[in-house]
């Protein structure tokens, strides 16, 4: 089976990249005051964007039983994948540290 490349990873892609980035060199150093003008309203625009698009892929992953939710993944309650991530956690810090004080 065929996959297709995404559209940002081929030369049309990388030319529009160019392009915006281009754009957005000259929108600044051109109109640098009238941006920082707008700069915390733009900072508050991005809160709400940035929540409605990044919580979209994951809204309804888990499925309610009672008051704690199941994981779809591994079949685990929030409690218990919270106890897995944090063992996982300190098991990785003691490799990383450890392997640190060998060099």
Known sequence: MIKKRSFWSSSQGYAAM????AVTYFLLMEHRAHVFQF???LILLIC???HVFMHGK???AGQI???ETIHEDSRLTDNEAYRKGLED???QSHKDS???RRR
């Open 18 to 21: 160019v392009l915006i980035g």
């Open 39 to 41: 700069l915390p309203f």
């Open 48 to 50: 709400p964007l940035m």
């Open 58 to 60: 994951h809204a309804h």
């Open 65 to 67: 039983h009672g008051k």
């Open 89 to 91: 956690g300190q098991k």
């Open 98 to 100: 450890s392997a640190k």
